[in-house]
């Protein structure tokens, strides 16, 4: 009998070497042009600064939104197997994703009190 694990691992080895190559092609064919605006620091449309102008706070709503796709995307990656597979974990199962909706249900309280759910 084969190995159930195969065909995951030639999947992962095919991902990687189509990830590989794609920033290794990129590197050898992309252009070469750089510019002052290219090589200047990204921040989501914001101009980038050093520090927070006259030395306020920093606005922290896109941080607020990424943690909420981290919190939902946690919260899927748990959740479905544990509803695949109800069935043969029964009473422990149930008491274990109820401690952990319970735990996730923290960050969820954090942002919504920070404005992190309130659309602008």
């Given at each position: 009998?084969s190995?159930?694990?195969?065909?995951?691992l030639v999947?992962?080895?095919?991902?990687?070497v189509?990830?590989?190559?794609g920033?290794?092609?990129?590197?050898?064919?992309?252009?070469?042009?750089?510019n002052?605006?290219?090589?200047e620091?990204?921040e989501c449309?914001?101009?980038?600064?050093?520090?927070?102008?006259?030395?306020g706070?920093?606005p922290i709503?896109?941080?607020?939104?990424?943690?909420?796709?981290?919190?939902?995307d946690?919260?899927v990656v748990?959740?479905y197997p544990?509803?695949?597979g109800?069935a043969?974990v029964a009473t422990?199962?149930?008491v274990?994703?109820?401690?952990?909706?319970?735990?996730?249900?923290?960050?969820?309280?954090?942002?919504?009190?920070?404005g992190g759910?309130?659309?602008d």
């Amino acid at each position: 009998m084969s190995n159930p694990y195969v065909p995951l691992l030639v999947m992962i080895g095919i991902a990687a070497v189509l990830a590989l190559g794609g920033v290794g092609a990129s590197a050898i064919l992309g252009p070469r042009r750089y510019n002052r605006a290219k090589l200047e620091a990204y921040e989501c449309g914001i101009e980038p600064t050093p520090h927070a102008i006259g030395g306020g706070r920093f606005p922290i709503k896109y941080y607020l939104v990424a943690m909420t796709f981290i919190i939902f995307d946690i919260e899927v990656v748990f959740l479905y197997p544990w509803a695949v597979g109800f069935a043969e974990v029964a009473t422990f199962g149930l008491v274990a994703m109820m401690a952990f909706l319970l735990i996730i249900t923290v960050p969820f309280v954090y942002e919504w009190k920070r404005g992190g759910l309130e659309w602008d």
